[in-house]
């Protein structure tokens, strides 16, 4: 069984930082990918970013390039979500997800963390 634990989040005000770390323990953490998600009220899950097994090819939706960075660390088991100039409307509850297969498919992530909120107030 894969476990996965997010931490990092909070509450910052519009244009600040914040960094998300998820922890992964059960199985063999290099041979995901990874990704991160979020989802606002009202609104669906949508991939914010993601990373392939070697951390050598990396995806970011339009909405963060530029101001988010992920990363991971094989050693570690740990994958971080690195949020700058954030943004009222980057307020959401962030997963954390590992899985197979294509980085932007959704299909691709069979385990989930429980989320973390991060509120952006102007």
């Known amino acids: 069984q894969v476990q996965l634990v997010e931490s990092g989040g909070g509450s910052v005000q519009t244009g600040g930082s914040l960094r998300l770390s998820c922890a992964v323990s059960?199985?063999?953490?290099?041979?995901?990918?990874m990704g991160w998600f979020r989802q606002a009220p009202g609104k669906g899950r949508e991939l914010v970013a993601g990373i392939t097994w070697s951390g050598g090819n990396t995806y970011y939706g339009d909405s963060v390039k530029g101001r988010f960075t992920i990363s991971r660390d094989n050693a570690k088991n740990t994958v971080d979500l690195l949020m700058n100039s954030l943004e009222p409307d980057d307020t959401a509850v962030y997963y954390c997800?590992?899985?197979?297969?294509?980085?932007?498919?959704?299909?691709?992530?069979?385990?989930w963390g429980q989320g973390t909120q991060v509120t952006v107030s102007s």
């Open positions: 059960g199985r063999t953490f290099r041979n995901y990918i």
């Open positions: 997800a590992a899985g197979s297969g294509v980085v932007t498919w959704y299909k691709s992530y069979a385990y």
